[in-house]
T-cell receptor, first 115, second 111 residues
């Protein structure tokens, strides 16, 4: 597609429920990243994919968080047993391998609210 | 020490003013540097890369000082539309890992 697409754009869920967030990167971008941004805070790195593998999962805050990527394209971020502190905007970005020059292109994010 | 630090501001300036933001990074092995812009409730967007020799894009000038480990962004002739949060971004590790974002500096340009 023309840009990075994320869905849903907004999600309200009850504490304890599981949620799944989707990211569809720019066609041909082999690298995919998940970040989250809490209100008034900076971007917090969660996980990075190169193709379908995740060489860097260091940012996942707990084992309730997991992510996968299939076909080198779409990625899903799953949060199990959501907690109120999980409320944030979850941003996905993609890039070519030549990241050093071009930086990332972000999707418009999923705003997650846990009530 | 945080990996990327910025003065959060806000910087409140009138139209036409020149304003400068600084950013410091902690890892001397940092390889690439960027400034991103983030509008309220929007995703970050790449503003410009930062090169060792310094680079300019219209009213925006970015500079890198590797010895002191800081990056700057200068905006000349500020416009109302420049109001946003400016994020300093570095790639600290080797190719294949994520960019590290500062928390941003907020700029408000008024008429």
């Amino acid at each position: 597609g023309a840009g990075v697409s994320q869905s849903p754009s907004n999600k309200v869920t009850e504490k304890g429920k599981d949620v799944e967030l989707r990211c569809d990167p720019i066609s041909g971008h082999t690298a995919l990243y998940w970040y989250r941004q809490s209100l008034g805070q900076g971007l917090e790195f969660l996980i990075y994919f190169q193709g379908n593998s995740a060489p860097d999962k260091s940012g996942l805050p707990s084992d309730r968080f997991s992510a996968e990527r299939t076909g080198g394209s779409v990625s899903t971020l799953t949060i199990q047993r959501t907690q109120q502190e999980d409320s944030a905007v979850y941003l996905c970005a993609s890039s070519t391998l030549d990241r050093l020059r071009g930086g990332y292109t972000f999707g418009s994010g999923t705003r997650l609210t846990v009530v | 020490r945080k990996e990327v630090e910025q003065d959060p501001g806000p910087f409140n300036v009138p139209e036409g003013a020149t304003v400068a933001f600084n950013c410091t990074y902690s890892n001397s092995a940092s390889q690439s540097f960027f400034w991103y812009r983030q509008d309220c409730r929007k995703e970050p967007k790449l503003l410009m890369s930062v090169y060792s020799s310094g680079n300019e894009d219209g009213r925006f000038t970015a500079q890198l000082n590797r010895a002191s480990q800081y990056i700057s962004l200068l905006i000349r002739d500020s416009k109302l539309s420049d109001s946003a949060t400016y994020l300093c971004v570095v790639n600290i590790r080797q190719a294949g890992t994520a960019l590290i974002f500062g928390k941003g500096t907020t700029l408000s340009v008024s008429s």
